[in-house]
Each structure stands twice: as C-alpha cells, then as structure tokens.
C-alpha cells in the first residue's frame, strides 16, 4: 500500500500515525530544536519495519561526523536494507544514499540523494541531507546549484518551502552572491523567526560584507529565536567574530565562555569546534586565553586519534598545539598518517591535500617556526575548499597564513595578503591593522598611519 507525507512524497508504510511523528521528528530536526533522531528511535521501537523511520535516523547521523555514533548508524542503515524489499524507490534511494556514506564515499551518497530529488523534488529529507553534505564536503557549487535543480518545484503551499529558501541563501552566501542570500534568507526569516539556518545564512552574508554592526543587531535582536536551538553555539560563534573584527576581546571571550564552554559531558563536537575557532582566532591576535586552551584540549583528547573528518582533525590539532599537549599532537599525527597509508574513503583526499599540511602548519606556528607555516600554507590556500565548512570558518588558514607571514617577517608577501583581504572586506578594522603590520615592516610609516586610522574610523563608526 502507498501512502505519502504532506509534500505528497510517497512513503511504503500503511500506517499513518509513525508517518505523522516522522514529519514531526523532521519538523524538529530542520529547526534545530529538540531531539529528534531520539523521538524517532521512540517510534520505531513500536513501529520497527517503518523503513524511512530508520532512512531518517540514519541519515541524519550521517551528519554528525563523530565515530560514537557509528554503530547506531549502520544499526538503523541495516534495519532498513532488511525491509528493502518492501520500501519504495524513493526509500531504496535513501537506502543507497546512506550505504554509501557508512562505506566512506561521501560523494557517491551525495549523487544517490540528488538521483532522488531528480525523481522527487520536494523530498525534503533528501535535500536537507544532501545540502548539509555538501557543506560537511566543502562542495561549494552544490551547496546553491543543488538546491536551484528543484526550487521552481518549491513555493509557500508546500510545507517547508522556508527552509529550502534558506538552503538556498547559504549556498548562494557561499558563492558570493550576497544580495539575492540575503532576500531569501530574510524570507525565510519572515517565515518563520525561529529558522536558526536561515537566519545563520544573513549572519554569513554581514560576516563577509563587513557588516559588524548590523551583523550584532541581526543576531542580538532575534536572540530568542535562535539561542535555545541546537545551532545556537555555531551562532553564537558568528556573534562573536563580528565583536572580534571590532576588536571588542571582553566581548567575545565573555560570549566564549558563556555560551561555548558548556559543561556538556556528551562532548558535542560542534561546540569543541566553535570554541576552538574562537580561541584560535584569538591566538592569532595574541589574546592571552588563560586556561581555555588546556579545558578544550581536554575535551578534544578522546577523540584525537578519530581521523573520520579532517575539519575535526585540524581543529583538535589547533587545541593541542595551543595548549603544546605533545602526547595527544603525535596521536592526531600518527593516526592521520596510518590512515592516509590505508584508507580509501572521501576523506582521505581532504586530509592529504589540506587536513595535514595545514595540520602541520599549526604545530609550526605553536613552535614559533612562522616561515614553515607559510611554506606549507601558500600552497594550499586556494584548495582549502577540499576542508568543508563555510568561507567564514576556512579563513583561518588564511589568516593563520598572513599572521605567520608578518611573524616570519615576509613583509611584502604579508602586504600581498592583507591586501586580498581589504580588497574583499574593506569595512574591517582587523584587516587594515595587518595593512598596516606589513607596511610598517617594509618601512613605509606614512602608509602604515593611513592604514591604521581607517581601522580607527571604522571602530569609531
Ligand atoms: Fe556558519
């Protein structure tokens, strides 16, 4: 018997009642509110042979990165190739798409969600996965062109048009497209104020336009609709980057500590690594962070051998070298290397082409040996995409890159850099002040003070 979801989406299951809590328990999930793979676990636990229960379940942890939640993973993927025989193409598809991901080929899950969405357009399940994968895979195009393939099938009838409007917004932010990220995602934000994506989609588009100040309104003034949602600590980070520009440091540590250092014993990793590219950020500008590092370095430490995401792996590399834990550095190096000698999954080309050179570029800053860091990190700048994440988070390789520079006294390359950066975001002061560090270095003071006070005029503003 064929039944479907309020999209109109086939679903195998006769029953309407787990269909209803899927929806639910997806509602939830694209909110970033509750706990939804739970609530589902719930359900199918009265209702097992319910496949796209375990589709979503599956899927879903496929995001989370982590390997504690791997044996979940592959309990609710073989739940449902069990029932394959009785699920529907579009759940045969989803199948696919999640053995792909458990067997390490990311990008192949990713074309068995899109060859679904080819099919089914307004799958949501299919395009949330397969968007969130494209960031997780740095795969910039996709992250809008995926969504522009099945958009003119989308308007405000369909339920969850919102949050496909805010899909939309961060792959169009991504591609640099600010002005059209910005409409849909103020749409979406008119839609629906509690959208955490879409309203973190705007906060993108004001972090790389050097929008500080309505960057702060933006977040500060709808604080309550996003900061008791499980995104709230990546937003919070954002919050954070705007004050940090603005040279605001009591600021952002006092956001630092008060939203991104929980105590927390599930060692959520997303908040590891928003706390790790705050205090990292901090390093750069030589903020002392007193004991910070050496509590998150404790929190990494179980994991540091994990090598399943290099994004995680420089992250707890950053936190180590910081906090100059040799023990926990040598796990992360030695893992990294055994697994690049003996694994074949989409990871590997992440952490060959940038996860260990850049890892090793962090244990050369830690060490003070800046002109090894611009050795390893020049040539890798531009295929820091491979890394996933966002452009905002991958600034930090080059900005680690330009702080080494100035440190190794390579004024004019120094200069090269920090002027790429004015060019993009003429409206940040950090960026004029590494103007004027390299301009100081080469002697040319008069250009240093011109520098200097438009960093001055803009905090002043
Ligand atoms: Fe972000």
């Given at each position: ?5 309020s999209?109109?989406?086939?679903v ?50 496929t ?21 394959a ?13 999640i ?25 949501l ?59 849909y ?140 834990r ?17 694994a ?22 830690c ?14 700048r ?9 452009h ?35 409206s ?34």
């Open positions: 018997m064929t039944n479907s979801d999209r109109g989406m086939p195998s299951y006769p029953r309407n009642d787990p269909i209803r809590a899927l929806e639910a328990a997806h509602e939830k999930a694209l909110s970033f509110v509750g706990a939804p793979v739970d609530e589902m676990v719930a359900v199918l636990e009265e209702y097992p042979d319910f496949v796209m229960g375990h589709c979503f379940v599956a899927g879903m942890l995001q989370a990165m982590e390997t504690r939640i791997y044996g979940d993973m592959v309990r609710h993927l073989e739940a449902a190739e069990a029932l025989g009785q699920a529907n193409d579009r759940e045969r598809g989803h199948i696919k798409a053995r792909a991901w458990v067997s390490g080929d990311f990008h192949a899950a990713v074309e068995a969600w899109d060859a679904v969405l080819v099919e089914y357009p307004l799958d399940l299919a395009l949330q996965l397969a968007h969130l994968s494209d960031v997780l895979l740095g795969d910039t195009v996709n992250q809008r062109d995926r969504v522009a393939r099945v958009f003119p099938a989308w308007d405000e009838n369909v339920p969850g048009y919102g949050y496909v409007l805010g899909f939309y917004a961060f792959g169009l932010e991504e591609n640099r497209d600010y002005s059209q990220a910005e409409e995602g103020r749409r979406a934000v008119a839609l629906n104020p509690k959208d955490g994506y879409s309203i973190h989609a705007v906060a993108h588009v004001m972090e790389m336009q050097g929008r500080q100040a309505g960057g702060i309104w933006w977040m500060n003034s709808r604080e309550k609709d996003w900061a008791t949602s499980n995104f709230a600590n990546h937003l919070w980070w954002h919050l954070s980057l705007y004050h940090l520009d603005l040279g605001q440091v009591d600021r952002v540590l006092e956001i630092h500590d008060s939203n991104l250092r929980s105590a927390d014993p599930s060692h959520e990793k997303y908040e590891e690594l928003d706390s790790t590219a705050l205090l990292w950020r901090l390093k750069l500008m030589d903020v002392d962070v007193g004991d910070r590092w050496r509590q998150l370095a404790d929190r990494w430490e179980p994991s540091a051998a994990d090598t399943l995401y290099a994004f995680n792996d420089v992250h707890a590399m950053m936190t180590f070298a910081a906090d100059n040799r023990g926990a550095i040598e796990a992360v190096m030695n893992a990294n290397e055994r697994y690049l000698d003996d074949n999954d989409a990871n590997v080309a992440m952490t060959r082409i940038v996860g260990m050179p850049f890892s090793r570029a962090i244990v050369a800053f060490e003070g040996r800046y002109g090894d860091v611009v050795d390893l990190l020049l040539p890798i531009y295929r820091s995409q491979y890394l996933g994440g966002s905002a988070q991958r600034d930090i390789i080059a900005w680690t890159l330009l702080e080494a520079a100035l440190r190794a006294r390579r004024y004019k390359l120094a200069l090269a850099l920090a002027n790429e950066r004015t060019q993009l975001k003429p940040s002061p950090q960026n004029w002040n590494l103007t004027a560090r390299a301009l100081r270095g080469m002697g040319d003071v008069a250009a240093a003070e011109r520098a200097e006070a438009c960093a001055h005029s803009i905090r002043r503003n």
